[in-house]
């Protein structure tokens, strides 16, 4: 189930109140800065140069990456070490072949192709160099959303100054009235503001977020795997315990080591 993620909406809420209330402080008002042509011409602009860089495909794995950053689903780093810890007491009393069973309960693809390699008999060499690449390749594929952001994030303000440009062309084209100038003025500049405001508020932050949730999912796999070969190597829970905690760099939770120690 996914969880909102009350810290990327929240401060979002945060940087937008505060760019409104410095607005208002000001003396400016709402409808200075909403314009329409400024807007179709960053978001326009922007979306055109992401899709002359990217396929398709990455694309639409950037805006899925969108509903992972700001409603994401929970990592459960502690209820995985307590099942890998609780399969190696299994594999010890019984063989590993008895967790086959067990296959048809695991959500995540990643641990159920480990443990399925590892229940097929395979040695640990054999069943590391494969996961290793699966890996690499879910890496990649988690990298992809990011990237796209990013590449906006470093779009948007370029294409912000270009609605300014365009917008200072079309007022030098009445230099003979100095009111329609000023509020012309004021217009081309809403591009840019539009363009930098959307890469720093939301776009940036927006891959840097994503590829914080990417390196907890690898971190997650790669204790998996760690996990998953400690059973074929016989390793006791008690070990595994260690090793995974280890891996994990934070102390192995209390369930687990209440498993173990009845152990």
């Known amino acids: 189930m996914r969880k909102l993620e009350k810290g990327a909406v929240g401060g979002l809420t945060v940087a937008a109140t505060a760019m409104l209330l410095g607005l208002f ?20 602009g922007t979306l055109g140069a992401v899709l002359v860089q990217f396929p398709l495909s990455s694309a639409r794995a950037a805006l899925a990456g969108l509903l992972d950053a700001f409603a994401g689903e929970p990592l459960e780093a502690r209820v995985r070490m307590e099942k890998l810890v609780s399969y190696a007491m299994q594999a010890r009393r019984k063989g590993i072949v008895s967790l086959d069973p067990e296959l048809r309960t695991i959500d995540d693809g990643f641990f159920r192709k480990a443990l399925t390699l590892a229940i097929d008999g395979m040695g640990a060499r054999e069943v590391r160099d494969i996961m290793e ?73 927006l891959a840097g977020k994503l590829r914080l949730r990417a390196r907890e999912r690898q ?11 400690a059973m074929i190597e016989g390793a006791s829970p008690r070990s595994l315990r260690e090793k995974l905690g280890a891996h994990a760099g934070e102390r192995t939770p209390a369930p687990v080591a209440q498993m173990v120690a009845a152990r």
């Open 133 to 205: 690449l699966e890996l690499t390749r879910l890496e990649e594929e988690d990298e992809r959303a990011a990237r796209v952001w990013e590449a906006a994030g470093g779009f948007a303000p370029t294409i912000g100054i270009l609605g300014a440009v365009l917008g200072l062309i079309q007022v030098m084209q009445k230099l003979n009235d100095i009111g329609d100038v000023g509020r012309g003025i004021a217009v081309a500049f809403v591009a840019t503001l539009y363009g930098v405001g959307l890469a720093n508020l939301l776009l940036l932050p």
């Open 219 to 229: 971190m997650l796999r790669e204790t998996t795997l760690e996990g998953v070969l």
């Open 25 to 44: 402080l000001e003396g400016g008002r709402l409808a200075q800065i909403l314009q329409p042509t400024a807007a179709l011409i960053v978001f326009g």
